[in-house]
C-alpha cells in the first residue's frame, strides 16, 4: 500500500471539493473493496477523503412515491428496511445473498456499485490486465475463466461486474444520483451507470473523476413477485457463478436481469417481453450474443434452467 | 466512490494547493493530513475506545484497524487469516456492528467504540459464547476462534435486531434464531479445522440459555 | 522404554481420566484470545522489525537483475535479502523445492526478496518498489499433458503411505480378463491447498551465532534439523518454540519461507525480524496436494467376490519431488488374489506437491471408493454389501501378515443402521424433496497407524504438580489435553494438577503431529517417563514401585499412603524417557478404519449440491479423548466434503500458477454448507499400538469422505462424475430437463 493523506470531509461539497483539489484522490466509505485493493497495490490513491460523517445514510420516501437511498447506507440496514423487504424484495435479497454478515455491516450502496471485478487476473498483478494496465492484454481469454463473463465481453476483456445489490437494482430501474465538484447534480439511469468493457475496461462506470454519488432511488413499487437467485459452489460467502434477479406478475409478464455474466448486470428489454413465453425464451434473448469460453460455457444452460426455476418459485 | 481509474484522475488538470486543507481547520481530522504523498508515511491522530478503554494515537495512514489493535495496542487476541476480509478470523465489534478490521482503516474508527475479544471475558471470567465454545468443543487449532466468538456474540444481536438474511424464509416474519439460519449468518467465519458442526452447537446453547 | 511385545494392563487402563470426554484444557486460553501464535511474540525478544516477502512473477526462468535503489531509500526499510545476494541454500529433509537463493525460479511465487521496515505498512510498501528482470523459460504445468510421458516412480510421501512403482500379486491381467464383471474407469482429483487459517509466520531472533525462531510449524525436531542445514549452521545453535500453531495439515510439516527469510532478514538488519507469508502468496509460495490421474480396474464374481484389483495413479511434481501414493491403500483394503498397483511422475514446473492430510489415501480412496460403488451397481450388491464380502483380516499381498485389530465390517454394520441405509432408493434419481434431487452415499475410511518415537520430560514439584515437557505440537489436535490426561491416569493426580509445556526444541523431541501419529505415539512417549517418574518416586518414598498404585494425589501401597507431593519435597524429581518400537508393526498390520455416510441433496435446476446428513463410524483403538477425537474428525469430513464439492487450485497451464490463490478464489467450505455431523467410535484397544492401546482419527476421518459424497450424488441424480470436485458445470448438461 502506497502512503498516502486522509481527510474527513462532513458534507458532499467538501467530499467533491477534497477530491477535485488532490489528483490521485478517492473517496473511501465502507472501504471493504478499496482497502482490498490499496493492499496489493492495485488501487494506489494518493489521498483518501473518508466520506463516512456524509449523513447520507438515510432512507427516504420520494414525492413520487418510491424511495431515495443514501449513498452510504449500509447494506445491512438497507437489506433490513421494512419498506424495501416489503416493496423491493428482490433488492433486500439481492443484498442478502452478497458477502457475508460482517462485510455487510461496513459496505454501503455506493461503494457496492462501485466495487470492481473479481477477475482473478485483475487481482494478480504479475500479469497482464487490461483493466489494471490499460493495453497490457487480457490473461483470462487464454486463462482460466470460469468464473467470468459471457456476454457483453471483448477481445481486451471477460471480467464480471460481482455485485448482487445492483443486479436487482437493474430489474428494479433504480437512478443514482450524484454532484460533482461544481456541484453539479445528475440522475443516472442504472441502465446506463455501468460500462461494456469495449476497449477500455478500465473505465467502469459513466461517473466522471470526483464525482460523488450521493443517492440510489427507487421508482415506485411494482408488485409483483420477487425473487433473487444466486447460483454458486459454496453455500454462503461466495460470488455468483450466475444470479437472477426476477419481478414477475400474476399475468406472467415480468422483468428479469443476470448478475455473473458480464461486465454489467445483465438486462435487456428485449428478454423482458419473452418472459411470459418462459425461461428458454427469455434465455435465448438475454444470451443472444453470449461469447463463452471453454471454462464458463456452462453458464448458458445454467442461466436458463435458473430463470426457469425462478419462474416457478415465482407463479407458486 | 471516485468514478473512474487512476489515469483519467491524472489526467485532470487538478492544482493541489498546499493550504487547501488547511482551509478547513475547524474540521476535526484534516488538520494532520498534510505530508505530500513522496513515500514517507503520513501520521495520523486517532482516539478510540477499545474494550472501554480509550486510546489515543498516531499512526501511519494505511494502518488498519486490525493492525491497530494487534501491533499497536498488543491485542493480539484478533487474528490475522488473510488480511483481506476473506476468513472473518479478523472479526471485532464496533459501536455494536460485526466488522472485519483488516478492512477499515485505523483512522477511520476515531470516536468508535470497539470489542475485541479480550473485552467479551477472559481466561477467569469467561463470557457464555466463550464457556460454550469450550463445552462443545467449537474450535480446534484455536485461529479463527476470538473471531467465531465475536461473530457470533454480534450475530445474534442481529437476529434480535430483526435483521433477515438469506435463508430467512419470509421476509416479513420476525427472523428465528434456527440452525440454518446461524450457518448462513456465521458463514463470513471460514474455520479450516471444520469445527462447524460445534459451534452451532454451542451458539445455540447460548441461545436457549438466553431464552 | 521399548515396546515390542504386546500391552498387557497397565494404569492407563484405569480409564479415570483416559478415554474420558474432556473439555481442552487450553480453551480458556484459546477463546480468550489469550493462546499466543508465531507472529504475536511481542513478549518474547525487543526491538521487533517487520519483515515482507516478496514471491517471483514468473513460473519458471531466472532472474538477471534486481533494481533496489527505489526500496532501498524507501522510508524505514532496515535491509533487504534478495536471491541474487544469497547462494542457493539447502534444502531441509523431504523438500523438493529450493526456499531461497541463486538466480533460478523453479515455481511461481517462489521467495525471491524479504524487506525488512520499522514498521509492516512500510515494508509492504517498499517491497513493491523493487523491479525484477525475469528471463522466462518455458515450463510443462498441465498434467493431463505430461501424464503420458510420466515415468514409474516409487513413494514414501514421509507421512506415512508408500508404494512401489509396481506392486504385483497373482496375474491381474490374466484374471481381470477372465472376471464375469469388469470394471474399468478413470477418475481424476485435484490439487489442493491446506488453506490453513494461520498463515506461515516466524519471528528470528540471533544472539551470537544463536538463532530463535518462535514460529508456527507441525515437527519441531524436523524443523530444527532442516533450518540448520537450510542456513548452514550447527543444529545445536537452533531453537524453535511453537506452542500454538493455528493449523498445519500437513502444510507445516517443513520450514518455510517464513522461517528461513526471517532468519536471514534479521541477520541482516542486526534485529529480531517477524513476518508472516501473505495470504495471495501462500498457495503457489509453499507446498499442496497434488493432482491425481487415477485408472482402476476391479473383475468379479458375480457373487461380488473381488478376482482382481487394478489402481494407478499418475500425479506430477518437482524435479526431485515424490509421487502422490494415491494407490497405497488398494494394497490393504479388499481382497482379491490378483492385484496390481502402479504409481506414476510427471515433472511439472508447478509449485511443489507433498503431503496435505492423508497424503495417499484421501485422493486414492476418492476415486478407489467411487469404483467400489460402480462395482456393486454392476453387480446388482448392495455397496455396503459389497465391501463386507470383500473384507479381509490380513495383507493380501502378504497373507502370513495378520491385522493387529480389524472391524471394517463392525463400521459398515454400525453405519448403516444408524444412518438408516435401508432407506435408500437403490435406482439412482429416484428421490425427490421439494427442489432437492435426494441420494445416499457411503464408501469406506483406511488410513495406516504409523509407530514413531516419541520422547517427554515429567516433573514433579513440592506441590505435587506434574509438569509435562515435550517438542509435542498441539496444531488443534488436542495434545495438550491428552498429554494432561495421560500424565493424570500415570501419576494419579486431577487433571488440573498437571501443566502441559509444548513446541520448544529444548524439550525432548517428541513424534510431532503428522500422519495421524501424534495422539498415539506422543501419550505413549509420556506414558514412558510417566513410568519413569513412578520408579523414582516409589524410591523415594520408599514403595516398591511394583506394587505402588498412584491415585487421588496420594501413593499407596498396602495400608500406607503418602502424598505424591512428599515425593518432592526435597526438590523436583525429574524423569525423562522416549517410546521406541520393535517390529511389531512389521509382524503384524495396523491401520483404521471408518464407514462414512452422506446424505446430498442435489438442486434439480441448478445442480449446486448441499450436504444434508453426514456419519462417521471409526475404528482406531482406544479413544484417548472422545471429545476432541470427534473434533479431529467433524473436521477432516468437512475437509472431505470441500475436497468432493469445491476444492481445486485452478491452473493456468499457459502462465504455470495456481490462479486462485487467496481464500475468496480457493473456496473451501463455510458454516452454511456442513450441517450436523454424527460421529461414532467403536469401543476397542489395539494392544500392539502402543501402551495407550490407541490409534489415530484424524486423517482417517477425512479418507473416503469425498467418495461418499460423490457416490451420494449419483443416487441423487443417477450423473457419475469421476472428475473432483463435483462443481455443478460437470452436472448441469446431464440433469433431465427443467421445469
Known amino acids: 500500500m502506497k502512503a498516502f493523506t486522509y481527510e474527513r470531509v462532513s458534507s458532499p ?304 | 466512490m471516485v468514478g473512474s481509474d487512476d489515469l483519467n484522475l491524472n489526467r485532470r488538470d487538478l492544482m493541489v494547493g498546499a493550504g487547501a486543507c488547511a482551509a478547513m481547520p475547524a474540521m476535526p481530522g484534516t488538520a494532520k493530513a498534510q505530508p505530500g504523498p513522496d513515500g514517507n508515511p503520513v501520521e495520523f491522530q486517532v482516539s478510540l475506545t477499545v474494550n472501554g478503554k480509550s486510546h489515543t494515537r498516531n499512526v501511519d495512514t494505511r494502518t488498519t484497524l486490525l493492525d491497530l489493535l494487534r501491533e499497536n495496542l498488543h491485542l493480539t487476541g484478533t487474528k490475522k487469516g488473510c488480511d483481506h476480509g476473506q476468513c472473518g478470523a479478523c472479526t471485532v465489534i464496533v459501536d455494536g456492528r460485526r466488522i472485519n478490521s483488516c478492512l477499515t482503516l485505523a483512522v477511520m474508527q476515531e470516536g468508535s467504540s470497539v470489542t475485541t475479544i479480550e473485552g467479551l471475558g477472559q481466561p477467569d471470567n469467561l463470557h457464555p459464547m466463550q464457556a460454550a465454545f469450550i463445552k462443545h468443543d467449537g474450535y480446534q487449532c484455536g485461529y479463527c476462534t476470538p473471531g467465531q466468538i465475536c461473530s457470533s456474540v454480534a450475530m445474534l444481536e442481529e437476529i434480535k435486531a430483526g435483521i433477515p438474511s438469506h435463508v430467512t424464509a419470509d421476509l416479513l416474519a420476525p427472523v428465528q434464531p434456527t440452525e440454518t439460519e446461524m450457518r448462513e449468518r456465521m458463514s463470513g467465519n471460514i474455520c479450516r479445522c471444520g469445527a462447524y458442526s460445534n459451534i452451532v452447537e454451542a451458539i445455540t446453547e447460548v441461545v436457549e440459555r438466553q431464552g | 522404554m521399548k515396546f515390542d511385545t504386546p500391552a498387557g494392563t497397565s494404569p492407563i487402563d484405569q480409564l479415570k481420566v483416559i478415554g474420558r470426554p474432556t473439555d481442552r484444557i487450553d480453551g480458556k486460553y484459546k477463546t480468550t484470545g489469550t493462546a499466543p501464535y508465531a507472529y504475536e511474540r511481542h513478549d518474547a525478544v525487543p526491538n521487533q522489525a517487520y519483515g515482507f516477502v516478496l514471491g517471483s512473477a514468473i513460473a519458471k526462468g531466472r532472474i538477471d537483475a534486481m533494481h533496489l535503489s527505489d526500496a532501498r531509500s524507501a522510508p524505514g526499510v532496515l535491509a533487504i535479502v534478495t536471491t541474487l545476494d544469497t547462494p542457493r541454500l539447502g534444502r531441509g529433509r523431504m523438500n523438493a523445492a529450493y526456499l531461497f537463493g541463486g538466480p533460478v525460479i523453479q515455481h511461481y511465487h517462489q521467495a525471491i526478496a524479504v524487506v525488512v521496515a520499522e514498521t509492516f505498512e512500510q515494508a509492504r510498501a517498499a517491497a513493491h518498489l523493487i523491479r525484477v528482470d525475469y528471463r522466462q523459460e518455458p515450463g510443462k504445468y498441465d498434467l493431463e499433458a505430461e501424464a503420458p510421458h510420466a515415468e514409474p516412480v516409487a513413494s514414501d510421501s514421509g507421512e506415512g503411505s508408500g508404494a512401489p512403482h509396481e506392486a504385483r500379486i497373482g496375474n491381474f491381467e490374466e484374471a481381470f480378463a477372465a472376471a464375469p464383471v469388469k470394471l474399468d474407469e478413470s477418475y481424476t482429483t485435484s490439487d489442493e491447498s491446506h488453506a490453513m487459517m494461520e498463515p506461515h509466520a516466524t519471528i528470528a531472533a540471533w544472539n551470537g551465532d544463536k538463532l530463535t525462531l518462535w514460529t508456527s510449524n507441525q515437527m519441531i525436531a ?72 487415477q485408472r482402476i480396474r476391479i473383475g468379479a464374481n458375480p457373487d461380488g467376490t473381488i478376482t482382481a484389483i487394478a489402481h494407478e495413479s499418475t500425479s506430477g511434481n518437482l524435479a526431485d519431488g515424490k509421487p502422490e501414493t494415491a494407490v497405497d491403500q488398494t494394497r490393504l483394503l479388499y481382497a482379491g488374489a490378483n492385484r496390481l498397483t502402479a504409481l506414476r511422475l510427471a515433472h511439472l514446473d508447478l509449485p511443489e506437491g507433498n503431503a496435505m492430510r492423508a497424503p495417499g489415501e484421501a485422493p486414492g480412496l476418492l476415486a478407489l471408493e467411487i469404483a467400489m460403488d460402480e462395482m456393486a451397481e454392476k453387480l446388482g450388491i448392495d455397496p455396503v454389501q459389497f465391501r463386507i464380502i470383500n473384507d479381509t483380516q490380513v495383507d493380501p499381498e502378504k497373507p502370513e501378515r495378520r491385522f493387529s485389530h480389524r472391524d471394517l465390517v463392525g463400521c459398515l454394520r454400525h453405519g448403516a443402521e444408524r444412518f438408516g441405509w435401508d432407506r435408500r432408493q437403490q435406482q439412482p434419481g429416484h428421490v425427490r424433496d421439494g427442489r432437492w434431487l435426494v441420494g445416499y452415499g457411503m464408501a469406506v475410511g483406511f488410513r495406516n497407524n504409523l509407530l514413531t518415537k516419541s520422547a ?284
Open chain 3, 456 to 739: 517427554a520430560r515429567v516433573r514433579l514439584d513440592g506441590r505435587g504438580m506434574v509438569t509435562v515437557e515435550t517438542d509435542m505440537t498441539d496444531i488443534g489436535t488436542g495434545s495438550y489435553t491428552i498429554l494432561a490426561q495421560t500424565a493424570a491416569e500415570m501419576m494419579g493426580v486431577p487433571l488440573e494438577m498437571v501443566n502441559v509445556r509444548l513446541g520448544d526444541s529444548a524439550f525432548p523431541a517428541s513424534a510431532g503431529s503428522g500422519g495421524q501419529w501424534g495422539a498415539n505415539n506422543s501419550t505413549a512417549g509420556v506414558y514412558a517417563a510417566c513410568v519413569k517418574l513412578r520408579e523414582a518416586v516409589a524410591a523415594k518414598l520408599g514403595f516398591n514401585s511394583a506394587e505402588a498404585v498412584f491415585a487421588d494425589n496420594e501413593v499407596r501401597s498396602g495400608n500406607r499412603s503418602v502424598p505424591l507431593a512428599a515425593a518432592a519435597s526435597g526438590g523436583e524429581l525429574v524423569a525423562e524417557d522416549m517410546i521406541e518400537y520393535g517390529d511389531l508393526a512389521k509382524k503384524q498390520q495396523q491401520s483404521t478404519f471408518a464407514g462414512h455416510f452422506a446424505e446430498v441433496g442435489v438442486d434439480a435446476a441448478t445442480a449446486e449440491i448441499r450436504v444434508r446428513r453426514m456419519l462417521a463410524v471409526c475404528a482406531a483403538g482406544r479413544i484417548l479423548n472422545p471429545k476432541s477425537a470427534r473434533s479431529q474428525v467433524i473436521g477432516a469430513m468437512t475437509m472431505g466434503v470441500g475436497a468432493a464439492l469445491m476444492e481445486k487450485l485452478a491452473v493456468d497451464t499457459k502462465r504455470g500458477f495456481f490462479v486462485n490463490h487467496d481464500l475468496a478464489g480457493y473456496e473451501v467450505p463455510v458454516h452454511a454448507d456442513i450441517p450436523h455431523q454424527d460421529v461414532v467410535f467403536l469401543d476397542e484397544v489395539d494392544p500392539m499400538s502402543s501402551p495407550m492401546k490407541a490409534k489415530g482419527v484424524a486423517e482417517l476421518g477425512i479418507c473416503g469422505v469425498g467418495a461418499a459424497v460423490a457416490n451420494a450424488v449419483y443416487n441423487a441424480t443417477g450423473i457419475r462424475v469421476r472428475d473432483y470436485p463435483l462443481t455443478l458445470d460437470k452436472l448441469i448438461e446431464r440433469l433431465p430437463e427443467a421445469v
Open chain 1, 13 to 316: 461539497a467538501q467530499a467533491v471539493a477534497a477530491v477535485a483539489r488532490n489528483p490521485g484522490a478517492k473517496f473511501i466509505a465502507g472501504g471493504t473493496n478499496l482497502l482490498d485493493l490499496m493492499k496489493l497495490q492495485i488501487e494506489t490513491p494518493t489521498h483518501l477523503v473518508d466520506i463516512n460523517s456524509l449523513k447520507l445514510d438515510g432512507i427516504e420516501a420520494t414525492p413520487e412515491g418510491g424511495l431515495r437511498i443514501g449513498a452510504l447506507m449500509r447494506n445491512t440496514d438497507l437489506a433490513a428496511d421494512e419498506r424495501i423487504r416489503r416493496d423491493y424484495g428482490v433488492l433486500s435479497r439481492a443484498l442478502l445473498a452478497g458477502a457475508s454478515g460482517q462485510l455487510r455491516n461496513r459496505a454501503t450502496t455506493a461503494g457496492n456499485l462501485l466495487q470492481r471485478t473479481r477477475c482473478p487476473y485483475f487481482y494478480d498483478t504479475a500479469h497482464p490486465c487490461n483493466k489494471r494496465e490499460p493495453g497490457s492484454g487480457c490473461s483470462a481469454l487464454d486463462g482460466v475463466s470460469r468464473q467470468l463473463g459471457v456476454v457483453g465481453v471483448s477481445e481486451a476483456c471477460i471480467a464480471t461486474n460481482p455485485s448482487d445489490m445492483a443486479v436487482a437494482m437493474r430489474a428494479l430501474d433504480a437512478t443514482i444520483e450524484t454532484v460533482d465538484a461544481d456541484g453539479k447534480t445528475r440522475a443516472i439511469p442504472i441502465a446506463e451507470f455501468h460500462r461494456l468493457p469495449g476497449d477500455t475496461p478500465h473505465v467502469e462506470t459513466v461517473l466522471d473523476p470526483g464525482e460523488l454519488i450521493t443517492a440510489v432511488t427507487l421508482p415506485p413499487p411494482v408488485g409483483g413477485k420477487q425473487v433473487y437467485r444466486k447460483v454458486r459452489d459454496r453455500a454462503s460467502y461466495a460470488f455468483a457463478l450466475v444470479s437472477v434477479a426476477a419481478i414477475v406478475q400474476p399475468d406472467g409478464t415480468g422483468r428479469v436481469a443476470l448478475g455473473g455474466v458480464a461486465h454489467k448486470p445483465w438486462r435487456i428489454e428485449g428478454a423482458d417481453a419473452e418472459l411470459s413465453r418462459g425461461a428458454k425464451a427469455a434465455a435465448a434473448a438475454l444470451l443472444a450474443d453470449a461469447k463463452p469460453t471453454r471454462d464458463n460455457a456452462f453458464k448458458l444452460p445454467l442461466v436458463e434452467r435458473t430463470i426457469a426455476t425462478v419462474l416457478t418459485e415465482a407463479r407458486a
Open chain 3, 222 to 293: 524436523w524443523g530444527k534439523g532442516s533450518i540448520a542445514k537450510i542456513l548452514g549452521i550447527p543444529a545445536e545453535n537452533v531453537r524453535l518454540d511453537a506452542p500454538y500453531v493455528g493449523g498445519g495439515f500437513g502444510g507445516k510439516l517443513f520450514i518455510r519461507a517464513d522461517a528461513v527469510l526471517a532468519a536471514l532478514g534479521a541477520k541482516a538488519a542486526g534485529r529480531p525480524v517477524k513476518l508472516a507469508l501473505t495470504r495471495p502468496l501462500i498457495a503457489n509460495n509453499t507446498t499442496h496436494r497434488p493432482a491425481t490421474i
